[in-house]
């Protein structure tokens, strides 16, 4: 029988307490991405109180206890006495959850925070929080321990300021992670600087002299794009800018097309990066297409050389090459789930719509030079995706001609369960042979690859789908590749292992496979599916008589601390040292010891903590432009590692 349930058994969580209980339901998780929150719980009311048009400055600091500090010159949190609470407003702000001034709409307008709880469970999550608010000519603070006031809320002074101070530090009782990342920090701070033209907002890291940026953007969405375009080729100079009310609805949007073939488009609500879209995003897309049609078809662009049949331009057509920014503000948001990723209000699809449908129609017929540019870009993606069709449909025949669907140089694992499941991406027949033989066949599956594949930066859909190497990792996965086929849940295996020989021709075909992922499957990306194998460079072997000890090294640091360790030195007669040239070097049982086994080997997860800054290396690295290139060499070449001369 069950134990008895009675009304003693129910339990109330009073105050911030539930905060503590379920931290994860309230900022998402106890690791790094929760941690971050914090701050941008805290930086968030600030950029409030910049869209109500009293604030113009945000100062955020990284202390070297790993504590943070947020300054703004705001108003200020009220400090007089809440009637209802009976204590001080900034004392109910910081300690009650659903409490502040954006829920009737009087003193905020727009609010990223709508959910009342930020501050609060900051509070509630941190060892030590400190307030000070500059007032009405006067200072005031109050401190807490893990969300609890240590006194009343005092006056300590006058002041020609105003604005608040948020020092807090994590609570490790909390977070599993508690060292800040200046990036990621660094690309938030950078992004609410964009989106909130005229306001400045600096980031300073105490932990390294000399680590610090202030992100101050009079263009706003406009500068943010000729960002995202900085080392691309712009069809055309200047972005297209839309800035237009409907209703309550301000909607400002900037786009620009380059020569390259992936789109960059960035959708916000309120200041929050609705990372998988909403209606916005779809009244924006569908727009978007209508305009581009209505126009090629009134300008009769649409015949295609060779063809009767006029170009069919699809949403995926006129996405390639589109490097946009779509920001709206909205009173009332209803987001799809806690972590506010998705926009649900129907009404704002009709006015993203309508706006964007009227004001490009006008920016054609006014720049028709432009809008051919464009156009013409479209129909070229069209043509392409045509011809990458047809590549589907051949690569789909010749695997049912030569007898199924699996790649005939996979030799696959034996379980069906994708979980389990691992690919190894083996650079050349010969590594790929030592992997096949040290693997588990159980859960390890190998994929041989014949060199470099292609580098897909330079190339369109249709000539990607014609590479042989990528069409066998496609098939291998098994996912589909484009935006309207991917299907993460057909995937085979749940880890994709990069294995690479040390050497710069291993680093270059790691890059090239790492850019295919990041702009034709970023879902395995997202979801954590990519790794890296870390095979060692060096056995080192200590001999005593009979008896034989060996370790490997990663690096050149390492090495010395394991040749240190056994007592001798390179020329000793009891130490054997072997450098690893290739994965092809190394005998089965040793590549499966040190970089197979689950239990031994060293692994790389390939996480997004900044898609911005990841688009832009890829397009230096990958891209056309020879200049940045160089540049980047330059100023990276010092923390280059184990270069293989």
């Known amino acids: 029988m069950t134990e008895a349930y009675n009304a003693e058994d129910i339990k109330v969580l009073k105050g911030l307490a539930a905060v503590r209980k379920r931290p994860a339901m309230y900022i998402g998780s106890t690791s790094t991405a929760g941690l971050h929150q914090l701050v941008y719980e805290v930086v968030d009311n600030s950029v409030d109180e910049a869209l109500a048009g009293f604030c113009t400055e945000i100062n955020v600091f990284i202390h070297q206890n790993n504590s943070i500090t947020v300054i703004d010159n705001g108003r200020g949190i009220p400090v007089e006495t809440h009637q209802a609470e009976g204590k001080s407003a900034l004392e109910v702000v910081m300690t009650m959850l659903h409490a502040g001034g954006k829920f009737e709409g009087k003193l905020y307008k727009v609010s990223g925070g709508l959910h009342g709880v930020g501050v609060s469970c900051v509070n509630a999550l941190s060892s030590w929080l400190k307030a000070t608010v500059h007032r009405n000519g006067e200072t005031y603070n109050q401190s807490y321990q893990r969300g609890v006031p240590d006194g009343d809320v005092k006056k300590i002074g006058t002041s020609k300021k105003r604005g608040a101070e948020i020092s807090f530090l994590p609570d490790t009782e909390i977070f599993t992670e508690t060292v800040f990342h200046y990036d990621i920090l660094a690309q938030r701070l950078r992004e609410l600087a964009y989106l909130n033209a005229g306001l400045k907002i600096t980031l300073k890291d105490e932990r390294e002299e000399g680590r610090d940026h202030e992100y ?229 599956a190998i994929l041989p690859l014949k060199g470099k594949i292609l580098n897909i930066e330079k190339a369109r859909l249709d000539k990607v789908l014609a590479n042989e190497e990528i069409q066998t990792i496609v098939t291998a996965i098994g996912t589909g590749i484009s935006e309207e086929e991917f299907k993460l849940e057909e995937l085979r295996y749940s880890k994709i292992i990069i294995m690479t020989d040390a050497d710069v021709d291993g680093s270059h075909i790691r890059t090239l496979l790492l850019t295919f992922f990041f702009r034709h499957m970023p879902k395995l990306v997202e979801n954590g599916n990519i790794y890296i194998a870390r095979p060692p460079l060096f056995r080192i072997e200590k001999k005593k008589g009979k008896n034989r000890t060996h370790k490997y090294a990663f690096d050149e640091t390492e090495k010395d601390r394991i040749i240190k360790e056994f007592g001798g030195n390179a020329e000793g007669d009891e130490l054997s040292i072997q450098r690893y040239k290739g994965l092809g070097e190394m005998n089965p049982d040793q590549l499966a010891e040190t970089t197979m086994n689950p239990e031994k080997r060293s692994m790389l997860q390939v996480t997004l903590e900044d898609v911005v800054e990841a688009d832009r290396i890829f397009t230096i690295l990958m891209g056309d432009d020879v200049e940045p290139r160089k540049k980047f060499i330059e100023e990276n070449a010092a923390n280059v590692k184990n270069l293989d001369i």
Not at 340 to 345: A, D, E, P, S, T
Not at 380 to 389: E, G, K, N, T
Request: with cysteine; net charge positive.
């Open 216 to 444: 101050l953007f009079p263009g706003g969405v406009q500068s943010f794009v000729k960002f995202l375009n900085e080392n691309k080729t712009p069809l055309y100079p200047k972005p297209i800018y839309i800035n237009k009310t409907e209703g309550d609805v301000p909607v400002e949007i900037a786009i620009q097309y380059n020569e390259a073939y992936q789109e960059i488009l960035f959708s916000f609500v309120n200041n929050i990066n609705t990372v998988d879209g909403g209606t916005h995003l779809v009244g924006f897309r569908t727009a978007l297409t209508r305009t581009i049609n209505n126009y090629a078809s009134k300008s009769n662009l649409l015949k295609s050389k060779g063809k009767t049949k006029d170009v069919a331009i699809t949403g995926e057509d006129v996405r390639e090459g589109l490097t946009g920014v779509i920001s709206v503000k909205v009173r009332d948001p209803q987001f799809e789930g806690q972590t506010k990723h998705k926009l649900g209000n129907s009404e704002v699809r009709g006015i993203v719509e309508s706006i964007v449908n009227e004001e490009l129609s006008t920016y054609f017929e006014e720049n028709p030079p432009i809008a051919r540019k464009i156009v013409d870009k479209c129909i070229q993606s069209a043509v392409a995706r045509d011809a990458a069709r047809r590549a589907k449909q051949l690569a789909r025949r010749k695997s049912i001609l030569e007898g199924g669907g699996l790649p005939g140089k996979l030799a696959d694992c034996s379980s069906k369960d994708p979980a389990m499941c691992e690919i190894f991406l083996v650079e050349g027949d010969s590594a790929g042979g030592s992997a096949k033989s040290g693997r588990d066949r159980t859960f390890q």
